[in-house]
């Protein structure tokens, strides 16, 4: 009797596949080709840039040098291929050479650094104080206000005995020239008597000149000249005296007329 055996190569394991069904100790359930492998997906490592993830990574200890098999190849910390950028432009002459040391140096280092600040420093008080004097200036009078401020008078133009007005500051300003019987009579007054007591001596410091401003004591009306009981000045307003001294002697004026301040030159009375 023939039988027949017919066998295929390409086919076996799959024949093999289905026919074998129970699991022995010589063979495999599974039969190998009968299943794809999958395969295998390797996630790439999450970027560590926190502060935290990158301490991690940081030697916290001292850094210990390890030679052998079993030891890691290499671990870098520094780089030497970064471009660094010369500065050496910036850098003082003296210090340029790597090889020089920076004691030998410092005095004349200094001196530059001391030189520069101190340069510095005077300048920026220099600024400052023209900024301070420029600002106070614009809180000052203007030229024409200070220009009216002073006046000047030519004595010569003032005959004996006569008493003229100025304008002054926005003020009548009398200048009397006295004569030698004005100058004894009010020198003579007794001052106790006066409602403001003055002396004559301190009034006028020229006696041959009397100046006060033309503004009464009492409301401020502008008295006449050589008027009144006392050869003065008359503020007919409510009627008050003053004499050739400018000193209230009748009436309700309670005070002498001003003195501005004043100085004498040859022949000028400067007042302001
Ligand atoms: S204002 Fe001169 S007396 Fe009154």
Redesign the pocket.
């Known amino acids: 009797m023939l039988s027949y055996i017919g066998r295929s190569s390409q086919l076996a394991p799959t024949l093999k596949g289905s026919a074998q069904a129970v699991a022995s100790g010589l063979r495999n359930t599974v039969v190998p080709g009968a299943f794809e492998e999958a395969a295998v997906v390797v996630q790439p490592l999450p970027l560590l840039l926190t502060t935290t993830a990158m301490a991690k990574r940081c030697p916290t200890g001292p850094i210990k040098a390890k030679a052998g098999i079993a030891a890691s190849s290499q671990v870098r910390y520094a780089h030497t291929d970064i471009q660094v950028p010369d500065f050496g432009a910036y850098r003082r002459d003296d210090v340029k050479d790597s090889r020089s040391k920076a004691g030998e140096s410092a005095s004349s280092r200094r001196s530059f650094t001391y030189m520069l600040v101190g340069g510095g420093t005077v300048g920026g008080i220099y600024s400052a104080k023209s900024v301070v004097t420029q600002f106070v200036s614009t809180m000052s009078a203007t030229a024409d206000v200070l220009a009216l401020a002073k006046i000047e008078i030519k004595l010569d133009d003032i005959p004996e005995g006569k008493s003229v007005t100025f304008k002054w500051r926005g003020k009548p300003l009398f200048v009397r020239h006295r004569t030698d019987e004005e100058i004894e009579t009010e020198g003579n007054v007794d001052v106790a008597s006066l409602r403001d007591p003055e002396h004559d001596s301190i009034r006028c410091t020229d006696p041959k000149w009397l100046v006060v401003l033309g503004v ?6 502008v ?1 006449i000249a050589d008027a009144g009981d006392f050869g003065g000045y008359y ?6 005296h003053y004499d050739a001294a400018g000193r209230i002697r009748k ?3 309670p005070l002498n007329l001003e003195v501005p301040v004043h100085i004498f030159t040859d022949d000028l009375l400067i007042v302001g």
Do not use: R, V, Y
């Open positions: 009464c004591t009492h409301l401020g009306c008295p503020c007919p307003c409510h009627g008050s009436g309700p004026a």
